[in-house]
């Protein structure tokens, strides 16, 4: 897992070989938490991900300042919780508690790749 805050992720996003060689080790990370950083970094992080790694990603937000980061993703996931329900209006899905999380990823992953699996 690999966290950065929006004061490291300012210098990262200003200069173009750190950036370049900070999303390869991001890429390699099983999850980015980004905190304490404005709704244009998250979706820039997102953007940047998406486009380092050449694969499909998921962003998990609970408030309004996710917004941007969850339309930016290819699946975007909103908490409905204290800060309103702005997250979970602009997500594909939409959960009451992070703890379904595993739930939606165990039981819909399974029924999808069987779906693909009968389709081939």
């Known amino acids: 897992?690999?966290?950065v805050d929006g004061t490291a992720l300012a210098v990262i996003l200003n200069e173009e070989d750190l950036k370049k060689r900070f999303f390869n080790v991001a890429c390699d990370a099983k999850?980015?938490?980004i905190c304490r950083c404005s709704p244009t970094q998250k979706a820039l992080v997102a953007k940047y991900i998406k486009f380092y790694s050449k694969k499909n990603i998921g962003c998990v937000g609970d408030g309004g300042n996710d917004v941007a980061m969850i339309q930016e993703a290819d699946v975007g996931l909103?908490?409905?919780g204290k800060e309103g329900m702005q997250?979970?209006?602009a997500a594909d899905f939409s959960?009451?508690?992070?703890?379904?999380l595993k739930d939606l990823v165990l039981?819909?992953?399974r029924m999808s790749y069987q779906?693909?699996?009968k389709l081939s």
């Open 31 to 33: 999850s980015v938490c």
């Open 107 to 109: 039981w819909h992953g």
């Open 1 to 3: 897992m690999l966290m």
């Open 78 to 80: 909103g908490i409905v």
């Open 87 to 89: 997250a979970s209006l």
């Open 95 to 100: 959960l009451m508690q992070f703890s379904h």
């Open 115 to 117: 779906r693909s699996a």
